[in-house]
């Protein structure tokens, strides 16, 4: 009788241990309170501890949204959303806040979004509240106006969340990239640096009509251009570059120009040594000629005498021209 006492005991605290897991009945007491009955069964609770949803979750989400009076949301619908691996507390807690601040938006597309990885709750606060995004993040912007003056510029834009556009919208990394884009192209179309330091909310008006949120998740309420510096004379630099190039270009060519004269000129100098050799050769022939004119009785005695007496007239001509003396007079001073 002990052991049967014994077993019935220890099945019967079993029983109620597996009773009041899964079947939480203060949850249940605690969602007929707050809900009224019928909203949250037993039943509900039941399955979601067999499918391994936390009832105090699910539980406490329904109670919070249906005080917010959000009373379309049902348990199965955030059942399905925990299970599709979503937050429900953030969508419960941007849904009670986008209510409170009018802002449309539906529980599917809470869903969605959080499903897509984006903060959904965060999104709705920067729709509430917007947020400042500094372009570029560290840094500056560097533009240079058409007179060559180089600007640093650094933006600081105001953004609130689009939500319809956050599934499948770009991130704010677009946005500071779009915002730098303007902000150069502004810059650069300005026809000197003093203009754009005159009015740099030029600047600003003219990034902000060309529509740069378009495709994004964020709406571009401002930009403001906090910080503006002078830098290089890019213009300057570019121009002592290219007269440097120039420079050497010429340089280039010049040194082109007097190599070839120098070929020219070595070359003019071998074919005056190859003349030379030429009148060398044609003189060597000449001896050969009158001995031969000597032997065919063409050329005389008496003439070979008055050729020998014209070129000793050629040569002392030559050499009063240049002050030289005549090999004859030192004999004939040697003589005297």
């Known amino acids: 009788m002990a052991t049967t006492s014994i077993f019935l005991l220890v099945f019967l605290l079993l029983f109620l241990f597996l009773l009041f897991y899964f079947v939480p009945v203060g949850m249940?007491?605690?969602?007929?309170?707050?809900?009224?009955?019928?909203?949250?069964?037993?039943?509900?609770?039941?399955?979601?501890?067999?499918?391994?949803?936390?009832?105090?979750?699910?539980?406490?989400?329904?109670?919070?949204?249906?005080?917010?009076?959000?009373?379309h949301i049902k348990t199965d619908m955030l059942e399905t959303h925990y299970m599709a691996g979503g937050s429900i507390s953030n969508v419960i807690h941007a849904l009670i806040a986008a209510d409170k601040a009018k802002i449309p938006l539906e529980f599917e597309t809470a869903t969605a979004i959080d499903l897509a990885g984006r903060e959904v709750k965060t999104a709705v606060e920067t729709s509430v509240y917007p947020k400042v995004i500094d372009a570029p993040r560290d840094g500056f912007l560097s533009a240079v106006a058409k007179d060559g003056i180089e600007l640093k510029a650094r933006a600081r834009v105001t953004v609130r969340?689009?939500?319809?556009?956050l599934v499948g919208g770009?991130?704010?990394?677009?946005?500071i990239a779009r915002?730098?884009?303007?902000?150069?192209?502004?810059?650069?179309?300005?026809?000197?640096?003093?203009?754009?330091?005159?009015?740099?909310?030029?600047?600003s008006r003219a990034v902000l009509k060309k529509g740069l949120d378009a495709g994004t998740a964020f709406e571009i309420?401002?930009?403001?251009?906090?910080?503006?510096?002078?830098?290089k004379n890019i213009g300057a630099q570019l121009q002592a570059d290219q007269a440097e190039a120039d420079l050497r270009v010429a340089q280039a060519k010049a040194e082109t120009r007097r190599a070839m004269a120098v070929a020219?000129?070595?070359e003019m100098k071998?074919?005056?040594?190859?003349?030379?050799?030429?009148?060398?050769?044609?003189e060597a022939e000449v001896p050969l000629a009158m001995s031969q004119a000597f032997r065919e009785g063409k050329l005389g005695v008496f003439d070979y005498v008055n050729m020998r007496n014209v070129q000793?007239?050629?040569s002392m001509r030559e050499s009063i021209s240049t002050g030289e003396k005549i090999e004859t007079e030192d004999h004939s001073k040697e003589e005297g």
């Open 28 to 71: 249940w007491v605690q969602a007929v309170v707050s809900l009224g009955l019928g909203r949250i069964t037993i039943i509900d609770l039941i399955r979601m501890r067999l499918r391994k949803i936390s009832p105090r979750l699910v539980v406490d989400n329904v109670i919070n949204s249906h005080k917010a009076g959000l009373i």
């Open 161 to 165: 969340t689009n939500i319809p556009g």
């Open 170 to 175: 770009a991130t704010d990394d677009t946005i």
């Open 179 to 203: 915002v730098g884009e303007g902000i150069v192209s502004a810059i650069g179309s300005s026809l000197n640096y003093g203009a754009v330091l005159e009015n740099p909310d030029n600047i």
């Open 221 to 231: 309420l401002s930009i403001d251009i906090a910080d503006l510096d002078v830098g």
């Open 264 to 266: 020219e000129e070595q």
């Open 270 to 282: 071998a074919k005056t040594q190859e003349m030379r050799a030429k009148v060398v050769e044609s």
């Open 312 to 314: 000793a007239d050629t």
